[in-house]
């Protein structure tokens, strides 16, 4: 491997007082009712609702206050998936972050990332609740509308992270138990709803939003707040995760509508520029939000000096699936040391290495072309399929076809839409979704393997791969005892 020029003297001195950094707590102070709320006018309900919402946004870096990496953020949990996944490797256990992710120990209902998951979801369930629970339809007021739009497609976004981790697929059991569906900041402790329950209220919360966002006169907005095309990409992913292959590939489609696909450059360039054209949400990192140390850059980049290139944790491609890659890809260039499978893709941006600054995608134009693609093969419209993977393979590989998707279909077909997602989304926190949709087996124990951590094969269904039911709450919510816990 490439050598990475890293002081580990100055690192641990710069971990030191990093880490001792006190951090802006986002979360809005106060409580006020929802009869008070009521009784405001319109002006001052815009000011206050927007205060909650930023607090939300804020969160999806990290509460920092609480405790490390388990609450570091939604990119933590992508972190994690990817390693469940086995698409990536660590290369040696270092001071141990993450460690327990990649052996697939970290669903334990007594460990703090199973908390933290739960913990900071429902968190910002709660706080979007406040604003939710005050307009019980969509407002008039175009400021308001706009922000019951996005409060309802974040509350959206909570369940379906919820949901993802703490069961099993819709597809594979919709009856099975799910999470409490909580829809008030004042609600009583709540049981189990089905998985069936919870994709309904995803689904509802997405329908508001986009009838809401269908006002011409809401504003545009950045791609650090969720607009209409985020909506329907988050509805995409809903829906291909439901079964609704129709829904996803027209969400899939809408979600991408006027949005264009980076260049090969541009994929090389470090994942670290906001102004991307592929990045339709994103979160920006300033000085009072930043991990420092904490941060997805530090983990995951192994060209900086922090967790990954100091300590030598590398976070690195599996050898089987770099194996897949055509050498005439850009992406073999991201993930190719000298013929090695590496990792190149993520570095943190050179002007914000002191302070870890880089900002983070979650959702990207390239996912909603896989998205499409996957449902309108399930559909059999395979030569739809074939010429949106088609397009993105051309933008990723020169404008050539090395893959010869043309030539592709059946079951084969499927399998490319898998390979494709698993290159381009990885380390975006989307591998593990991937393989139980695609009901795969994950192997990490073959001839030429490069994991540090050997596991014998195991199944998308495997019970460790879904968090168990915090042990916290078991003992705080009379709604939810033992003999409801995943087994």
């Not at 520029?273 to 941060?295: F, K, R």
């Not at 890809?329 to 590496?342: I, L, M, N, T």
């Not at 990490?444 to 968090?467: C, F, S, V, W």
């Amino acid at each position: 491997m490439k050598k990475i020029n890293a002081i580990i003297l100055i690192f641990s001195l710069l971990l030191v007082f990093g880490c001792s950094e006190d951090f802006l707590n986002l979360e809005p102070q106060g409580k006020v009712t929802p009869e008070q709320l009521a009784e405001l006018p319109e002006t001052k309900l815009v000011g206050v609702f927007q205060g909650k919402l930023n607090g939300v946004y804020g969160y999806l870096q990290g509460n920092t206050n609480i405790d490390r990496e388990p609450y570091t953020g939604v990119k933590s949990w992508d972190i994690i998936a990817d390693l469940y996944s086995s698409d990536m490797v660590m290369t040696r256990q270092g001071y141990a972050w993450y460690w327990t992710s990649y052996q697939i120990n970290e669903h334990v209902a007594t460990y703090r990332r199973t908390l933290g998951i739960w913990e900071t979801s429902y968190n910002q369930i709660y706080t979007l609740n406040g604003i939710l629970e005050t307009m019980t339809e969509i407002p008039e007021d175009v400021q308001l509308k706009s922000i019951y739009a996005q409060a309802a497609t974040l509350r959206a976004f909570y369940y379906f992270k919820l949901i993802s981790w703490y069961q099993h697929s819709y597809t594979d059991d919709m009856n099975a138990p799910g999470v409490p569906v909580i829809l008030s900041s004042n609600a009583q402790p709540t049981g189990r709803g089905t998985v069936k329950q919870v994709y309904d209220q995803i689904i509802a919360d997405l329908d508001a939003a986009t009838q809401a966002f269908a006002d011409p006169d809401i504003a545009a907005l950045s791609n650090t707040a969720v607009g209409p095309q985020v909506t329907a990409g988050l509805y995409a992913q809903v829906a291909v995760s439901m079964g609704d292959y129709a829904k996803a590939a027209q969400k899939a489609a809408d979600a991408r509508s006027g949005l264009s696909l980076m260049s090969t450059s541009q994929w090389l360039g470090g994942f670290h520029d906001i102004t991307n054209p592929e990045w339709m949400w994103a979160v920006a990192i300033n000085s009072e939000t930043t991990g420092y140390y904490d941060s997805f850059f530090s983990h995951v980049s192994n060209l900086d000096p922090g967790y990954a290139g100091a300590i030598q944790m590398y976070k690195i491609m599996d050898a089987a699936l770099f194996a897949k890659i055509d050498t005439t890809d850009c992406r073999y260039e991201a993930f190719s040391d000298g013929g090695e499978a590496f990792n190149f893709k993520f570095y943190n941006d050179p002007d914000y290495t002191a302070d870890w600054l880089s900002p983070y995608v979650l959702m990207r134009v390239a996912e909603m072309y896989l998205i499409e693609a996957e449902a309108k093969a399930r559909t059999g419209d395979e030569a739809g399929a074939k010429q949106i993977l088609g397009d993105l393979v051309k933008a990723r590989c020169y404008g050539s076809d090395p893959y010869n998707i043309s030539s592709l279909s059946g079951q084969n077909l499927l399998n490319m839409i898998y390979t494709q997602a698993r290159i381009e989304l990885w380390g975006e926190g989307k591998s593990l979704f991937y393989g139980k949709r695609f009901k795969t087996t994950f192997v990490r124990n073959y001839t030429g393997t490069n994991h540090a951590e050997i596991l014998d094969n195991y199944q998308y269904n495997d019970p460790k791969l879904i968090m168990l039911i915090p042990q916290d709450e078991i003992n705080n919510n009379p709604e939810i005892s033992e003999s409801d816990q995943n087994l």
